[in-house]
Every structure is written in C-alpha cells, then in structure tokens.
C-alpha cells in the first residue's frame, strides 16, 4: 500500500511547509556541497536541518527529480509498515491485526504526510519503533532508535522528553537503566541547541525571521482560541469518531469499576504526558497549532481507542472499528468553505491541487502569460526549479504586489476574505474544479 502510494505521488510537486524542509533546505545543500552544516537566517527554521541534508544527498546519489525525492521517504514508510503489526500485537490483545493496520494507514493526517517528502514522517517512524522496543524491553535498540527520532525536529525534542516522563511515570521509579537509554538521544540535541546558540544567538526563532510571528505570545484571548483550535485539530479529519468512542467506553470502564489493563496503563499516560507538552508549546503561541504536529497524539489516541473495546466481543470490536474506517474516509474527503483555513498537507482532499496547478500553468503558457504577471500564495510562489526540479527559474508573484496582471486563485491558497470578497467580481479566463479543489485564473 505504501508502495502504491509513493508510487502515485512520485510526481508531486512539493507542498506546504514541505517546500521549506524537503527543497529548500535541500538546495542550499547541494548546491554549496556541503561545505556548511548550518542554514544561514533566511533558511533556518530551528530545527536541525538533518532532513534538509538526507534530501540534498539523495539527490547526489540518484540525481535531483521530485521521483528521487519522493522515493527517499519509501524506507522511512517501510519501517511504519514493519512497526505497525508489532505495535498493535504488543498493546492489543485480540486484534484484527490486517484492518487495524488499514486503520492507521488511512488515517487522513498520517495518510496525507506519507504521501509528501515530510521529516514528520521520519519522526512518527522511529516513534512507532520506540512504542514497541520499549514494550518489548530492548533498550539498547530502543536508544539507537531515540536519536534520529528526536533529532529530525524541535518536534522530535518533544516527543523525546514526553516519552522520558512518560516512562519513568508508567515504571513508577527512577531507572538507571531508563536514564541511559536516553542519555545518546538527550545528549546530542542539548549539544546541537547549544552550538547552534553559540554560533546564531537564538534557538527556536529569532526576530527577524520569516516565521518570528508564529512564535509571538499571546494573550489570554488568543491562548482561549488556540486551545480551542488545537481541539479542533485533534478531531477533525474524521477523528472525532474515535475520541467519541474512546470516552464512551472509558466512562463505561469507570463506572464498572475495572481497573486499566497493564497495556493500558503506558498509552495512556503518554497521552497525557503528549498532550501536556504539545499544548504547553504551542498555545501560547500566535500560529503553531497544526494538524500535522500532533500525529503520536492521534496514533496513541488510535490505540487506546482500540484498547478500550478489545474485552466486548469480536462482531462488537469490528462494528466499530468499521465505524472509524468510515469515519477517516469522509474526513479525508471533505472541504471547508474557501474562508475557513483547512491543514490542506494534512489531508488526502489536498491531493486533485497538483493537476489542478499543472492544467493552470499549461493554459498560461497556450496564452502567452508569464508567471512574473500573475500572483499566487503559499505554497505556490517558490520559483518552479524549487517547487518541481525542473531547472525553471521563473515564478509566481505574491498576491499583494501591486504590479500583477492577473492572479492564480485556489481554495488551497489562504487568501484573505477581502481579496477573496474582490476576486470573486473579476474576469475568470480559466476555470477548473476537482473534489472540491478548485483553480482559476482571474485577470485584474
């Protein structure tokens, strides 16, 4: 399945922040050939640009195409694929292991980023891993597997200190053995924010970067709509139907009185351990609750879920599991309204854009239009060598300059109401809609 899928997206422009971690930072590489191992301001995000760097890599190897590109995340796929039945025997009993790997393979947000060069991707397979050699009480491994899954992110970071509390919380006492295991993974970041301090000045942002304003803090307003939105996230896409299920049969556990299983016990205190770190970074902060970001939230989610139902009986335990299977087709299926931001790397629903752009920039070209006349938005003004490795320096222009002719329109853009209010009175010369995506070409 994961084959099949890389093999229908090998042709994929990059998208979303994508474009910043799977080609931006792979180009500042392999042109300068490696000889620095630090992004320059413009480029640095924060994170260790190690993803930047496997890119850039491949691309010496194999040669620079959005194929090769798309393929370098097939092994990272391989290891999700290998990690999921050992999961779900060593947290569920009576599983039907083949439909709830179908679970977690449809499931939209996980689906989506699969289907994208994403470092997350990287992050979520050695999470998996994690999951299972320290069920499996294999530390030695288990420490290996905690340094590139820490490592790929500031989000990595995260998860790695959520799953240290976690652990020690769920052993119920200080393990040397545990403090070991982690200490690789815990020293090569401390390491990593330290020079990069010493060498920069900062860590996370500084306030001349691009995305200073997403790391802002916020009032208490602000904080109030953050956690609602960061709610929002956890449930949408269709995920609302196993959090719903995962309530109603906790409450029905506590009311019964029956004590958490031995493998209930460690997902859900990671849950909690996972839910209060993620929260406590992100809500106070102006932009960074994103679908995307919560992925072990939604796989831990997964699990207990199936936890919860796995002592009814098995007619009961398939008719809900169908009921999620259900539940992530539709999520992965519907639109919001064009004023409504959706998570578009978050979803499958992003997936018709791709023909939609090329459709758009072929009828450009029948018409004699060059792109330097025509304004878009994120993830569409890179220019086309960066967005698709073709050796094509032209692009799109941004939306608010004023010396634009005409302007690429798509819901998947977040164009403010009032451009989209304005647009909407305009000249359409191209027009082009597909499972809710649509793409014009409106002449100003």
């Given at each position: ?7 229908t997206?090998q042709?994929?422009v ?17 042109e300068?050939n490696?000889?620095s191992?630090w992004?320059p301001n ?6 260790p640009p190690v993803?930047?760097?496997?890119m850039?890599l491949?691309?010496?190897i194999?040669g620079k ?8 995340m097939?092994?990272?796929l391989?290891l999700?694929a290998?990690?999921?039945p ?7 009993s ?10 977690f393979?449809?499931e ?12 997350d991707?990287?992050?979520?397979a050695f ?11 294999k530390y030695l491994?288990?420490?290996i597997?905690?340094v590139?899954?820490s490592f790929?992110?500031?989000r990595?970071?995260?998860?790695l200190?959520?799953?240290?509390i976690a652990i020690?919380?769920?052993q ?8 070991l295991?982690f ?7 401390f390491?990593?924010?330290f020079r990069?301090?010493q060498l ?5 942002f ?7 304003s997403s790391?802002q ?6 904080i109030?709509?953050?956690?609602f939105?960061m709610?929002?996230?956890?449930v ?6 196993f959090w719903?299920i995962?309530?109603?049969f906790a ?6 009185h029956d004590?958490?299983?031995?493998k209930?016990?460690?997902p ?5 351990t996972l839910g ?13 609750i994103?679908?995307r970001?919560?992925m072990?939230i939604?796989i ?6 199936l ?5 009814y009986?098995?007619?009961?335990r398939t008719?809900i599991?169908v009921v ?10 519907y ?6 931001a959706?998570?578009w ?11 939609l ?9 029948e018409?004699n239009?060059?792109l330097?006349?025509?304004?878009a938005?994120?993830p569409?003004i ?17 939306y608010a300059n004023?010396?634009i ?15 989209q ?5 305009r ?11 649509f793409?014009k070409?409106?002449?100003?």
């Amino acid at each position: 399945m994961y084959t099949l899928l890389t093999y229908t997206s090998q042709q994929h422009v990059f998208f979303g922040d994508m474009v910043q971690f799977g080609s931006r930072h792979a180009h500042y590489f392999f042109e300068n050939n490696f000889s620095s191992l630090w992004l320059p301001n413009s480029l640095d995000s924060g994170h260790p640009p190690v993803f930047g760097m496997y890119m850039a890599l491949c691309w010496k190897i194999f040669g620079k195409s959005l194929v090769v590109s798309h393929w370098s995340m097939f092994p990272f796929l391989v290891l999700i694929a290998i990690a999921l039945p050992r999961l779900i025997s060593n947290f569920i009993s009576s599983a039907n292991i083949i439909f709830i790997c179908l679970l977690f393979f449809f499931e939209p947000t996980l689906f989506s980023q699969s289907s994208l060069t994403s470092p997350d991707i990287i992050l979520v397979a050695f999470f998996l891993w994690a999951l299972v050699l320290y069920k499996e009480e294999k530390y030695l491994w288990l420490s290996i597997m905690l340094v590139p899954m820490s490592f790929i992110s500031l989000r990595g970071m995260m998860v790695l200190f959520s799953l240290f509390i976690a652990i020690l919380i769920h052993q119920k006492k200080i393990n040397k053995k545990v403090i070991l295991t982690f200490v690789p993974a815990v020293g090569i970041c401390f390491y990593w924010l330290f020079r990069h301090y010493q060498l920069f000045g900062w860590i996370g942002f500084h306030s001349d970067s691009p995305w200073a304003s997403s790391f802002q803090t916020v009032g208490l307003k602000q904080i109030s709509y953050n956690l609602f939105l960061m709610i929002w996230r956890w449930v949408d896409f269709g995920r609302i139907a196993f959090w719903c299920i995962a309530l109603i049969f906790a409450i029905v556990q506590i009311r019964k009185h029956d004590k958490l299983s031995e493998k209930q016990q460690f997902p859900i205190i990671l849950l909690f351990t996972l839910g209060f770190v993620f929260t406590a970074n992100t809500i106070f902060a102006d932009g960074l609750i994103g679908h995307r970001y919560y992925m072990p939230i939604y796989i831990i989610g997964l699990i207990i879920t199936l936890q919860l139902i796995e002592k009814y009986s098995k007619k009961r335990r398939t008719g809900i599991q169908v009921v999620i299977f259900i539940a992530f087709m539709i999520g992965a299926k519907y639109v919001y309204p064009s004023k409504i931001a959706m998570g578009w790397d978050a979803t499958p629903a992003h997936r018709p854009y791709y023909s939609l752009r090329a459709d758009a920039i072929q009828y450009l070209n029948e018409k004699n239009i060059s792109l330097q006349d025509v304004g878009a938005g994120f993830p569409n003004i890179d220019s086309r060598e960066t967005l698709e490795l073709n050796g094509d320096t032209s692009s799109f222009q941004s939306y608010a300059n004023k010396n634009i002719k005409y302007i690429l329109w798509s819901n998947i853009f977040n164009y403010p109401d009032e451009l989209q209010d304005s647009l909407a009175t305009r000249k359409v010369l191209f027009e082009k809609e597909k499972n809710g995506v649509f793409m014009k070409v409106i002449q100003l």
